[in-house]
């Protein structure tokens, strides 16, 4: 039904918007938050720019792609290549902290809040933050998990150590050898845990946190939440946009609320009970 009728949207300026956000989350029973790749992008986790040329200009001379999700997808001839490009990209990406604290004012407006987070981004920032990593449900993945490129079997694995070393180890391009991943049980390469197609590997941890995200969802389906979505796209809104709009029309005590420089709207369905803001989430927030 949402696709078929008009959508509903509103623009405020920061400051209102910052203290109806402060409200809303004050006023709920408890706040599930859908995060997309936006909120990172407010973070200072850009792809491209000058954070691409500060940390890949080698790569983009050689190579010829100019940012850094481009690059994620590049046929590279040697897993040599490969892994010294991925490494430097988990490097920059898992194991560094962006450059805002949007995160972690993120958290402290969640403070003393029954809250629960969805989220397709893979770059761990809510546990960098501080977020209680069994209100956390990771979606398509994390950058500091290796799977089997096959799979052969169903387990990730840390990379963190081996990437250090990748970063450290790495010359022309090119890391040794010896460094490459290769899987423990078959031996074929390591692949990053990245839901790229039907090969992404669901472990254990993950079937967990589906099983706590649903349970949160089960719990609150009538009670007063607040559906926050920040900085989701149409990429794959079947996992946060979509679902957060069926949620809200199934229960009328809900209210959604979305942040997005581009996608800010929701369905006519539930306006009323929908504020939508197309606005910087790092300046809200802030």
């Known amino acids: 039904m949402y696709i078929r009728n008009a959508i509903f949207e509103s623009t405020k300026d920061c400051s209102p918007a910052a203290s109806r956000l402060a409200q809303e989350i004050e006023a709920a029973d408890a706040v599930l938050v859908g995060a997309g790749a936006g909120l990172s992008t407010a973070a200072g986790f850009t792809y491209g720019g000058e954070r691409f040329r500060a940390n890949f200009a080698d ?109 450290e180890a790495q010359e022309n391009l090119r890391v040794p050898a010896e460094l490459v991943p290769r899987c423990p049980v078959c031996g074929a390469p390591m692949e990053m845990n990245l839901r790229a197609d039907d090969r992404f590997v669901q472990d254990e941890g993950w079937y967990r946190a589906a099983g706590r995200y649903q349970d949160f969802v089960r719990r609150h389906k009538n009670a007063s939440t607040l559906y926050l979505e920040l900085g989701v796209g149409l990429n794959t809104p079947g996992i946060i946009k979509f679902n957060f709009w069926q949620q809200v029309a199934e229960n009328p005590r809900a209210k959604y609320l979305c942040i997005s420089k581009t996608d800010a709207y929701a369905p006519r369905e539930i306006a009323d009970r929908s504020l939508c803001w197309k606005e910087d989430i790092a300046q809200i927030l802030a």
């Open 59 to 167: 790569f983009e001379a050689k190579y010829g792609f100019h940012d850094m999700y481009t690059g994620g997808f590049y046929p590279f001839p040697t897993q040599e290549e490969k892994w010294a490009y991925w490494s430097r990209f988990i490097g920059c990406n898992r194991y560094s902290d962006p450059p805002k604290p949007v995160y972690a004012q993120l958290l402290a407006l969640l403070a003393g809040k029954d809250y629960f987070v969805l989220t397709t981004n893979v770059d761990h920032c809510f546990q960098k933050a501080g977020f209680d990593k069994r209100r956390l449900f990771y979606t398509q993945g994390d950058y500091g998990l290796w799977q089997c490129a096959k799979p052969c079997h169903d387990k990730t694995y840390d990379n963190e150590e081996a990437v250090r070393r990748m970063l």
